[in-house]
């Protein structure tokens, strides 16, 4: 496909679910390519079939992917021309693929990525919260203390909150949401997107962690969760006397106990004081 000595990467995305929502531009891509590299061949295979495509597949994952770059750039060197795929939507977006894109940036080989179907995306622009400042999370940690960690780390973000989730720690997920931003942040589940069952389950942490729990049709398939991001805290508003005793209790105390304790001395906002105190760790 390329006319250069040198061939070029095609950053191609696939389908999320509707086969249909694939561009015309990416058919031509997978077609005209010497070859074309997946996360999957048996998967990504059916979908050539579907399409009928021919090209060769090889396979590009997580565990190869470090060994593979350097027999791919040496075939892209050749003048070869190749596609990246990954198992549904845009690849390195969770997926596979940073290591063998930087390598060829340096390298000089040309690099082209396809814009198409990716599931963040489709969720959030569905969702209906905020979407003028959002930070994209990919997957939480599987271990529920690293999870619970990582999600302490974001409670006072301002910002709307996008993380894919399996369907067999979802229920985990949901109780950990509930244990470190509480239960009254918005939140939305968007599950089994663009396929027959897809579905957006919208409210609090606490309405959708019941939503969840009393259907279990609701744990199955592909997932995006969307949170709302932690109100924003007026300064001016906090009783400076406040913030200096919950800073000494925070010597004694666990945060949530001390800034519950400082709340009741003050007759201060609890959540208040907890999320400025989270604001002055990440300073």
Known sequence: MSTDNVGCLYIVPTPIGNLADI???????LRSCDAIAAEDTRHSGQLMQHLGIRATLFALHEHNERQRAEQVIERLQRGESIALISDAGTP???????VLVQQCRQAGIKVIALPGACAFVTALSGAGLPTDRFSFEGFLPAKPQQRRKRLE???????????????????????DLMTTVGSERPLVLARELTKQFETYLTGTVAEVQQQVLSDSNQQRGEMVLILGGAPEVEHDDVNPAAL????????ELPL?????????????RKNTLYQLALEQDNQ
Do not use: C, M
């Open 92 to 98: 390195l977006i969770s997926d596979p693929g940073y």
């Open 23 to 29: 561009t015309e531009r990416a058919i031509t891509v």
């Open 244 to 251: 200096r005793t919950l800073n000494l209790l925070r010597n």
């Open 153 to 175: 780390q974001l409670v006072s973000d301002t910002r709307t909150l996008v993380f894919y989730e399996s369907p067999h720690r979802i229920t985990d997920t949901l109780a």
């Open 256 to 268: 949530k106990k001390a800034a519950a304790l400082a709340a009741e001395i003050h007759g201060a």
